[in-house]
């Protein structure tokens, strides 16, 4: 099929300099459950996403990357797939997926969609049949399956425990055997040395690629391998942070070097399609230098720089993560890329007004430190000034364009997340950064569907950020994202280089393509820079001077073509 349109190779031409389109793009994550609501069954789904691509082109995007809607029970949100080729019938169906195809292609979007390669449902055709079959059968040879210690194998084949609380080893009752799965009980581990789980799923990425999306968003990329022989570890395994003091995960089932050969298997297959199809490793891999082995020529094209995500605010330390972040990366010849918030962490707009704002909350309750609203929401809008201008390519969580803040109050008989259940409440979970997106205030699910109904409850504020609140209205953080995407392709941003520039204590100042950026991140006024102001986070009401948490691109020279 190979169905590229025009439009979207037009899309990609438009980085001026003619390089490969994801250099600079600006990548926007829909979860398609939050985003928009068609049939009134509370969930979101590919016809409502559909519907709101004319907000997502005006926004000024260059692509959108679709968290999972493939068939699956649903254990982990569609991070358990049954089935890689089929569409779930609450999200729709294939029709669908090729009608936002392509009208996201005319539109001018591009398309990536998540691929889960390190583990399927249980209720996947492969694990039905394992678990169905004997210990040592071709069956369970797809997966994990180890016998148990102690006498009867009652104890599990070793001391892993799950990603989301417990252990990472589930019985299969009246076997001896166990069966691995970092995460849920739901989502038994590949096991990735085996043939037939490579060729399947290559035949899975050949299957998106011949519908032609642009590429792939690849889910745990740093876990397909596991150390030969399963060697206890006594920490708890995480993702979000690390599982060490120094934020590394340096466990036996992470980052082993046996992924890449995987990975440039892939890449041979993507570069047989036309239009420059990509990956994104999801990879929570440290130092830098290791993540960059994800992006060396002949693997992945990207790799989300979670150190963005996880840096504190403060000058020095994000000056430094975006040092390594550019060296580590041009040392392999791959586009660094910033992100501030996703499906998994605490969105930046709460974060960023906690007491600690480089604190990593792995979710937050009624129970917990509120975040000052006002004061996150303040820094958000500086930080986006500083993502949006940094070379590279950005990536933006649905619903941050309106400064949404995370749920903190969710009560817990609503949270769904496994991480959740699994540790008793004591991990609180990324349902908070999950909840619908408000479109609409007046509206009893504040315009996410035609109903009232919503998969998680919206709190009140949120009326206060919908879409119809902000738009066309001077000074909103939708205006301010517009205008900032706008200007950042204006002034090619993403393939400009940056040349630090002297700073005020806690104030980060560079210059990019003309473009003078200063992010005060203390809470005292700053110099402003010279120029005229092309955007700034907050309204600069003192001549000269640069309010606190705040941010602004300046510009000697406006060059007439701009
Ligand atoms: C990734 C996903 C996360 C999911 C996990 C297991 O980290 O982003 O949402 O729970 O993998 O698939």
Request: no cysteine; proline share 7%.
């Amino acid at each position: 099929m190979n169905n590229l349109p025009t439009q979207a190779a037009a899309a990609g031409a438009r980085g001026a300099t003619g390089a490969e389109w994801w250099r600079n793009a600006v990548i926007y994550q829909v979860y398609p459950r939050s985003f928009a609501d068609s049939d009134g069954d509370g969930i979101g789904d590919l016809p409502g996403i559909t519907a709101r691509i004319p907000y997502l082109a005006r926004l000024g995007i260059d692509a959108v990357w679709l968290s999972p809607f493939y068939r699956s029970p649903q254990a982990d949100a569609g991070y358990d797939v049954a089935d890689y080729r089929a569409v779930d019938p609450l999200f729709g169906t294939l029709e669908d997926f090729d009608r936002l195809l392509r009208q996201a292609h005319a539109a001018g979007l591009r398309v990536i969609v998540d691929l889960v390669p390190n583990h399927t449902s249980d209720e996947h055709a492969w694990f039905q049949a394992a678990a169905g079959s004997r210990p040592g059968s071709p069956e369970r040879a797809r997966y994990v399956f180890r016998d148990g210690r102690g006498k009867d194998g009652e104890q599990p084949p070793n001391n892993w425990k799950s990603v989301f609380g417990g252990s990472a080893w589930s019985r299969v009752p009246g076997d001896r055997q166990w069966y691995l799965h970092l995460f849920d009980r739901k989502q038994p581990d590949l096991d990735w040395e085996h043939p037939e789980v490579r060729a399947e799923l290559e035949a899975v990425l050949r299957f998106w690629l011949d519908r032609g999306v642009d590429g792939f968003r690849v889910d745990v990329a740093h876990g397909l391998i596991k150390a030969p022989g399963l060697p206890d570890w006594e920490r708890q395994a995480a993702m979000v942070g690390g599982d060490e003091a120094d934020g590394v995960n340096h466990g036996p089932m992470w980052d082993q070097d046996g992924v890449h050969e995987i990975y440039r298997g892939w890449r041979r297959i993507l570069d047989q399609y036309p239009g420059q199809r990509m990956m994104v490793a999801e990879a929570w891999v440290r130092p830098q230098s290791r993540l960059a082995r994800y992006v060396r020529a002949g693997e992945m094209q990207q790799a989300f720089n979670f150190d963005y995500l996880l840096a504190p605010w403060d000058a020095a330390a994000l000056r430094r993560v975006i040092e390594n972040s550019l060296a580590a990366m041009e040392a392999v010849g791959a586009p660094a890329t910033w992100v501030m918030s996703n499906h998994d962490t605490v969105r930046h707009a709460s974060r960023l007004g906690l007491r600690r704002p480089g604190a990593r909350p792995m979710g937050i309750d009624a129970a917990g430190e509120q975040p000052d609203e006002v004061l996150g929401l303040r820094r958000a809008r500086a930080a986006v000034l500083l993502t949006l201008a940094l070379p590279g390519s950005a990536y933006l969580y649905q619903g941050e364009e309106l400064g949404l803040p995370e749920h903190t109050t969710m009560a817990a008989h609503h949270r769904q997340d496994p991480a959740f259940h699994r540790t008793g409440g004591e991990e609180i979970g990324r349902d908070g950064s999950r909840v619908p997106l408000p479109w609409q205030a007046s509206t009893p699910s504040l315009g996410f569907g035609p109903g009232a109904r919503t998969w998680l409850p919206q709190p009140d504020s949120f009326a206060r950020y919908a879409v119809d609140q902000q738009d066309g209205v001077p000074g909103s953080t939708l205006e301010l994202y517009r205008e900032a995407l706008r200007l950042r392709r204006t002034y090619e941003l993403g393939q400009g280089r940056l040349r630090w520039q002297e700073a005020e204590p806690n104030v980060v100042v560079f210059d990019n393509e003309g473009v003078r950026v200063a992010v005060n991140l203390g809470p005292r006024e700053a110099a402003l820079p010279a120029g005229e102001v092309l955007v700034s986070s907050q309204p600069l009401d003192t001549p000269g001077r640069l309010p606190g948490n705040a941010a602004v691109w300046t510009v000697l020279d406006r060059v007439s073509k701009k």
